[in-house]
């Protein structure tokens, strides 16, 4: 199995207009001042106009993806760690911009500035900010880092930006891929253990969501005949002959290491490729580490996604929210359903009701209403783009200035109401979104479940104190309180909002910041 063609396949190289494009800070200059430029190279990157971000979002609320934009015949500097710092100035001390991911990889838009805090020099990068070259950036396209992971960018045409497992049965971490006699040294037990694996039914058995780890549509091969055959598929280059996995952190290790480590128990985990070597099947986490798939419980994630509202839309609506909610006469409620409400509410035994457009009626547990916000704040007037969410209904709307443009279920903090200083209900009041990262490891305190997850997708901090909004991958319980204090959204409502929302992140980016104006965050009751 191979996910290249999905995590790539958006890339697209075109010769680029001179364009306006939407800046997180201070545009690099073409050249330094009064300096000479180091080389041919940085000659044409200083004359070459390079744009690489679009007023147009990556992703719109449609769900539809445009190609990345990637600048043509210019000098372009790698990313070599899983954090190379953005800066606004060529300076260690200078706000931070944003980041890019090992493997990916900026356009160079002039020549390189002396700074503080570098070995090497800083280079203006587009859309805007420097980037120090040396340990972590390099200009070798072909060093081992760049060159594995250049391959594995994250994919924004599905609803999540990489496959997912979580631990279940804990065993060895490889750094490649091991020998039969290897691997029953390291995994004592082996073949009973996969024997009882094929046997046992249910989430935890071998015909468990197994079209998971292709990374796309299609019908997964069955493990058991896998195994009897010895299946094995094309590896990533990198693993061919006995070697070994990438390593990009800053702690050498033996190139022939086997086992890095072991694996802790309900870890989330990404994936960016997975593939059959002599019978079992690999994932290569996006941390440029291999897992066993058999140890893991493949992730699908939920297929929710919420309503874009065009002129077809009528207010008020709900969108029933308990998987077996009932309306008020017994019958059943369908789950996830849109239902035309006429305006009228009551009270049946205390409950607060709504009346459906067929003359039933909804209690307001078992689904939420949207309705257009009475009274339009400020931001609204002055033509913002804003986020209104209700904790009471676990519902979000989307604005352009007054305008509504698309509704969908949340799922906010399990204490309800309650004070988020003391309990893990989510934080009331209005606040502007400062820091988003295409994915991010997020701990259990964060999220609200037992356990790590590793490339928690689409978030955006727009709190001080850790309050965000994200993707869950690991439940479906969208409009019912789940998480610890954050705002919970489905995958592809992440996807879509994520892109929706600035401060932007430019093509190539993993993440971005910004002191200046971020979209407008209104919780309330």
Same mark, same amino acid.
């Given at each position: ?16 207009? !001179? ?25 044409? !990157? ?6 690489? @971000? @679009?007023?147009?979002? *990556?992703?719109? +609320? ?7 934009? &990637? ?65 972590? !950036? &390099? ?26 497992? %979580? ?67 094309? $590896?990533?280059?990198? *693993?061919? !002959? ?41 994932? +290569? /986490?996006?941390?440029?580490?291999? +897992? ?12 929710? @996604?919420? $309503? ?30 849109? *239902?035309? *409400? ?17 003359? =039933? ?12 916000? =009475? =009274? ?46 003391? %309990? &893990? ?9 400062? %820091? ?8 259990? /305190? ?54 929706? %929302? /600035? ?9 971005? +910041? ?12």
């Amino acid at each position: 199995m191979n996910l290249r063609s999905f995590s790539t396949g958006h890339v697209a190289l075109l010769a680029l207009l !001179a364009v306006g494009c939407e800046s997180l800070g201070e545009q690099a200059p073409a050249l330094a001042r009064g300096e000479k430029l180091s080389s041919p190279e940085a000659a044409n !990157a200083a004359s070459v106009p390079v744009v690489e @971000s @679009s007023e147009v979002p *990556l992703v719109d +609320l449609h769900g539809q993806t445009r190609d990345w934009i &990637t600048a043509a015949g210019v000098k372009r500097l790698y990313a070599r760690s899983n954090r190379v710092w953005i800066r606004k100035k060529p300076s260690r001390g200078s706000n931070k911009l944003g980041y890019l991911r090992a493997g990916a990889s900026a356009a160079i838009t002039g020549a390189p500035q002396l700074g503080d805090g570098c070995r090497g020099d800083w280079y203006p990068i587009a859309p805007s900010g420097f980037v120090c070259e040396g340990r972590s !950036a &390099t200009f070798d396209a072909t060093d081992p880092v760049v060159a594995a992971m250049s391959e594995y960018a994250p994919d924004h045409t599905r609803r999540l930006p990489y496959v997912y497992g %979580t631990v279940r049965k804990p065993g060895p971490v490889y750094g490649r891929l091991p020998t039969p006699e290897e691997m029953r040294t390291s995994e004592v037990g082996i073949d009973r253990r996969m024997d009882l694996w094929f046997e046992i039914g249910g989430e935890i058995g071998s015909t468990f969501a197994q079209h998971v780890w292709l990374g796309a549509d299609g019908e997964a091969p069955d493990p058991k005949i896998a195994w009897a055959e010895q299946r094995t598929e094309p $590896l990533p280059s990198f *693993l061919r !002959a006995g070697g070994a996995v990438p390593n990009f952190r800053r702690k050498p290790r033996d190139k022939n290491q086997l086992v890095l480590r072991r694996m802790r128990p309900k870890v989330g985990h990404s994936f960016v490729e997975t593939f059959f070597w002599r019978g079992r099947r690999y994932g +290569l /986490s996006a941390e440029m580490e291999l +897992l066993p798939t058999d140890r893991l419980r493949p992730i699908q994630g939920s297929s929710f @996604s919420g $309503l874009e509202i065009d002129e077809s839309v009528r207010f008020p609506f709900a969108m029933v929210r308990q998987i077996r909610g009932k309306y008020h006469d017994g019958s059943r409620a369908l789950y996830r359903g849109v *239902l035309q *409400l006429t305006g009228k509410k009551r009270f049946y035994s205390k409950v607060l009701h709504y009346e459906t457009t067929d003359g =039933k009626w909804v209690s307001d547990r078992v689904a939420s209403k949207f309705d257009i916000a =009475k =009274k339009m704040p400020g931001w609204a007037l002055r033509g913002e783009r804003w986020i209104d969410i209700s904790i009471s209904r676990q519902a979000l709307i989307l604005y352009e200035g007054e305008t509504p443009v698309y509704a969908t279920l949340v799922s906010t903090g399990e204490a309800g109401l309650g004070d988020a200083s003391s %309990t &893990t209900a989510t934080k009331r009041g209005i606040f502007r979104i400062h %820091t988003k990262h295409v994915s991010t490891t997020m701990s259990s /305190s964060e999220v609200g479940e037992a356990f790590e997850l590793r490339d928690v997708p689409y978030v955006q901090y727009f709190d001080k104190q850790g309050y965000a909004i994200h993707g869950a991958y690991w439940h479906d319980r969208f409009g019912m309180p789940k998480s610890h204090g954050c705002i919970n959204l489905a995958p592809e409502d992440a996807r879509r909002v994520f892109h929706w %929302t /600035s401060p932007q992140v430019p093509d190539h980016w993993h993440g971005a +910041l910004s002191a200046l104006k971020g979209t407008v965050v209104f919780i309330h009751p």
